[in-house]
């Protein structure tokens, strides 16, 4: 697959496979509007919620990974709280960033990054080490300038004894979770 | 009363004051609390953009233990994304058939199994509905004395799940407040998103959220929480001017009673807070907003001086 020819590539079956979940879940969106209006983070999106939840319906694959607007989603449930439809909307902009991901682009690695850096914490040490998870960002982000950002931030943290080594208490706890699950979601 | 302890990781690095201060709150209480052995992260909100199935499998695998090492005991997670996930587990996964089957096939493969029998409650459930208010204002040896304390619930401990409290006005965290002999102050930034881990992955949006609720919060002598990114987000960022400018200590709601209960360092862990400095940790220490001038505040509170 060439990814340099976007208008040669054509959707995986795991892509097809979340595209279709997707608009199952999608499907009732009467395009109300509700969950742009009660969005915190919408004047920060390209398309608003309810333009997504329409290209979701219309499977507009392309238009959709080209978005941010999944990648502004805060999980703050007040779209999934207030919509009309009972719709979990919520959760499909978690399916959403799952889809980009499958994508797999420069621009969407850097956008996943930080939960791929967190999960491979997880998987690493068993619980969330916040000391080692910041460098593991910084390292998929490759942004150079990104640890300064946090350095200020940093040396605050560790003033207030806020820092701790990474604990190996729980190391390798999840390998095999992680392991069956990987299995588990090639074989669907 | 006795619960499973559900810690969360965040509990044991930058937010040990809340589970130093959670655990001695309790205690004092006469709550036991028991940690769920073995426990591991839930996944906070990083697993749902990775992978569908780790979402709900490694929340499950911590009801699994907690079912099968401490039977008949509700999970208590004091973090909001722990409280969410762990609580997600029981509303999505047990009752539907295939996805519980799938879980179950992950946990499998370390020797695991979730039957869908453990209760998920959060700290503030616990406070008003299990404890109740009369004991804590009973627990009370040095009242808050009138502290402006605005209440900051955020976000998912009330959505999507409807359980303790309402969402669009929550009132439980006010209430504990109350009871502490401080004075919760109105407004309408309660429930509103600090931006969770946007903060992280696209700072300059959620700056806006963290500038509005502080702006908000002009007046109060502190904001209470019960979330660790919640209160990371509100204090980390108060010296950058992006954030508006407005300092305001940022201390969970266990910290503010175990300084009404008397208990002193190291139970409260004020030391811990950023948004602390030291004529802040005085004027908490000594109640300074007791001895305000009259005509500052509130009328009833310059009487009481």
């Known amino acids: 697959m060439n990814q340099t020819q976007a208008h040669a590539w054509s959707p995986d079956a795991v892509t097809r496979e979340i595209l279709e979940e997707l608009r199952g879940e999608i499907g009732a969106c009467m395009q109300c509007g509700t969950c742009t209006a009660s969005c915190p983070n919408g004047f920060a999106m390209d398309i608003t919620p309810r333009q997504m939840w329409r290209m979701v319906q219309f499977g507009m694959l392309d238009r959709i990974l080209e978005s941010k607007t999944f990648w502004m989603c805060s999980s703050c449930y007040m779209c999934t709280l207030r919509c009309p439809r009972g719709l979990k909307l919520t959760r499909a902009m978690g399916a959403l960033k799952r889809l980009a991901r499958q994508r797999g682009t420069w621009k969407i690695r850097k956008n996943s990054a930080f939960y791929d850096a967190f999960m491979e914490n997880v998987e690493k040490y068993g619980r969330v080490q916040e000391t080692s998870l910041m460098p593991g960002y910084f390292l998929k982000s490759r942004d150079p300038l990104l640890p300064l950002h946090y350095l200020p931030l940093g040396v605050r943290m560790m003033r207030a004894g806020k820092l701790h080594p990474p604990s190996s208490a729980q190391k390798g706890r999840l390998k095999e979770l992680f392991a069956k699950v990987r299995e588990m979601e090639e074989e669907s | ?305």
């Open chain 2, 1 to 305: 009363m006795k619960y499973a302890y559900y810690p969360g990781c965040s509990l044991q690095e930058s937010a040990r004051e809340f589970d130093v201060s959670v655990r001695a709150v309790m205690a004092a209480l006469g709550v036991e609390l028991v940690d769920i052995p073995d426990w591991t992260c839930c996944g906070a909100s990083a697993a749902e953009p990775v992978s569908a199935l780790m979402n709900y499998a490694l929340p499950a695998r911590n009801l699994a233990l907690a079912e099968q090492e401490l039977p008949g005991l509700d999970v208590l997670a004091p973090c909001s994304a722990c409280y969410l996930n762990l609580l997600k587990v029981n509303r999505e996964v047990v009752g539907n058939k295939d996805l519980h089957a799938r879980v179950n096939e992950a946990l499998g493969a370390s020797g695991l199994n979730y039957r869908g029998t453990v209760g998920v409650r959060h700290i503030l459930d616990v406070l008003v509905n299990d404890i109740g208010l009369d004991p804590i204002k009973e627990r009370i040896v040095n009242d808050l004395g009138g502290m402006r304390v605005s209440a900051y619930y955020g976000c998912q401990i009330l959505r999507p799940y409807e359980v303790f409290d309402d969402p669009r006005h929550p009132v439980s965290m006010d209430n504990v407040l109350s009871a502490l002999g401080a004075k919760p102050l109105p407004w309408d930034m309660g429930n509103k998103c600090c931006g969770a881990s946007l903060m992280v992955t696209h700072p300059e949006v959620a700056m806006h959220s963290v500038a509005a609720i502080l702006g908000a919060a002009d007046g109060s002598d502190a904001v209470a929480t019960v979330c660790p990114l919640c209160q990371m987000n509100l204090e980390a960022y108060q010296h950058d001017s992006a954030a508006g400018g407005h300092h305001v200590p940022i201390l969970y709601l266990t910290q503010l009673m175990g300084l009404a209960f008397g208990l002193e360092e190291p139970s409260v862990l004020l030391d811990k807070n950023m948004s602390m400095d030291g004529s802040m940790r005085a004027g908490i220490r000594s109640r300074a907003w007791r001895h305000e001038a009259p005509g500052e505040g509130d009328e009833t509170l310059a009487r009481e001086t």
